[in-house]
């Protein structure tokens, strides 16, 4: 089941025109014995899916294989079906010479191995005190609207509370 949402940033109204700065992800979704796989910051103590930009040459799937790997020290070993294609724009840049920015998001339910390697972050997420964390989606949900409520929301603790209670949703 592949489900596909739109959405803006919840401060304002964004015009779409100027230049833009565009990235696509990959993200795993891990669920085992009724709790998903996430990562959590211990700066922001927010919740994320493993996951992260496609790299020049890569697919979604090859994408989505790495940063598991690199973010939580495990393997994919089975990609079972897209669950969603999220589109974010976010007038916050990463870049000052772009008007806005726009990510696309896809979303895909993985199997993991039990073997456990060392993360490899990038310096950005060694920062962020990236860990990979088993939790109940609700446990998730509660603390990423929590991090909502505050100031300085990371552009992506939005995304991920939306999917996460798509999740929820469907899993009842």
């Known amino acids: 089941m592949i489900k596909k949402t739109f959405y803006i940033s919840p401060k304002e109204e964004i015009l779409m025109d100027g230049k833009k700065l565009y990235r696509q992800a990959s993200r795993a979704i891990i669920i ?8 959590y910051s211990k700066v922001n103590k927010d919740y994320k899916f493993p996951g992260g ?69 990038s310096q950005y997420e060694a920062d962020l005190c990236f860990i990979p964390k088993w939790v109940t989606i609700e446990k998730a949900i509660q603390t990423n609207e929590n991090v909502l409520k505050g100031h300085n929301i990371p552009r992506w603790t939005l995304r991920e509370t939306r999917v996460l209670k798509m999740l929820r949703n469907m899993i009842g």
């Open 53 to 121: 930009g496609i790299e020049k040459g890569e697919t979604k799937i090859d994408a989505v294989v790495r940063e598991v790997l690199e973010e939580v020290g495990r393997t994919i070993t089975n990609i079972k079906s897209q669950f969603a294609f999220i589109t974010t724009i976010n007038k916050e840049t990463i870049r000052n010479e772009y008007d806005y920015f726009q990510m696309d998001s896809h979303y895909f339910f993985c199997e993991i191995n039990n073997k456990l390697s060392k993360q490899n972050l």
């Open 32 to 39: 085992r014995d009724s709790l998903i796989l996430m990562v």
